[in-house]
């Protein structure tokens, strides 16, 4: 496990409460609810990022009507397998 730092943030109390109830039927801690919280939004927003690079626009771009480039490049660039 990664080592935690210690902060502090502010919510307004009418979360405090709900929190607090999600956290006694989960049997957990408020704390642990939002690190999980801000690491799946954090995975979502890296997630956004990747289709901003442009590799990302490369995809697709080698369709052909053969379907088997991959496989057989050496035959459709060469004549032969190699």
Same mark, same amino acid.
Do not use: C
């Given at each position: 496990?990664? !080592?935690? %730092? *210690? !902060?502090?943030?502010?919510? @307004?109390?009418?979360?405090?409460? =709900? ?5 006694? $039927?989960? $049997? !957990?801690t ?8 801000? /690491?799946?939004?954090? $995975?979502?927003?890296?997630?956004k990022n990747? =289709? $901003?690079? @442009? ?8 369709? /052909? %009507? ?15 397998? *190699?």
């Open positions: 496990m990664a !080592t935690l %730092k *210690r !902060t502090q943030m502010y919510f @307004p109390e009418e979360v405090i409460i =709900e929190l607090k109830k999600k956290a006694s $039927k989960e $049997k !957990t408020i704390a642990n609810i939002v690190r999980v919280a801000v /690491s799946e939004l954090l $995975k979502k927003e890296k997630a990747w =289709e $901003k690079d @442009p590799l990302w626009n490369m995809v697709g771009s080698g369709i /052909s %009507k053969d379907g088997d480039l991959s496989v057989n490049h050496d035959k459709y660039l060469y004549g032969r397998n *190699r």
